[in-house]
């Protein structure tokens, strides 16, 4: 069982920055990869970043250039730093992990594991 806590949300200013942090533990894999998503009122749940074990990243187009996803190894934890910050950014985000970085990258319905969750809101 793996356990991601996710951390670093709040509110901010349009144009402002924030910083995501999320911590696995638990039974890992021995190699991995991490993502954010988001999910804002009424809507769907989308991709934001993902990163691969190797260190590997991508992004949704809505968030290339603002957003920045990096990992630490040695603390099993996935971070990402989000600038420029738009109202329509306001979300809860969420953490995941999965063996395979196409199921993140694709968020695949059968995506390993999910961290709670952490509002993130931008006002205008």
């Known amino acids: 069982q793996v356990q991601l806590v996710e951390s670093g949300g709040g509110l901010v200013q349009a144009g402002g920055s924030l910083r995501l942090s999320c911590a696995a533990s638990?039974?890992?894999?021995?190699?991995?990869?991490m993502g954010w998503f988001r999910q804002a009122p009424g809507k769907e749940r989308d991709f934001v970043a993902a990163i691969s074990w190797e260190g590997s990243t991508s992004y949704a187009d809505s968030v290339k250039g603002r957003f920045t996803i990096s990992r630490v190894y040695a603390k099993n934890t996935v971070s990402l730093q989000m600038n420029s910050l738009k109202p329509e950014d306001t979300a809860v985000y969420y953490c995941a992990l999965d063996s395979s970085y196409t199921r993140i990258r694709t968020m695949a319905p059968d995506v390993g594991s999910w961290g709670q969750g952490t509002q993130v809101t931008v006002s205008s």
């Open positions: 638990g039974r890992t894999f021995s190699s991995y990869a």
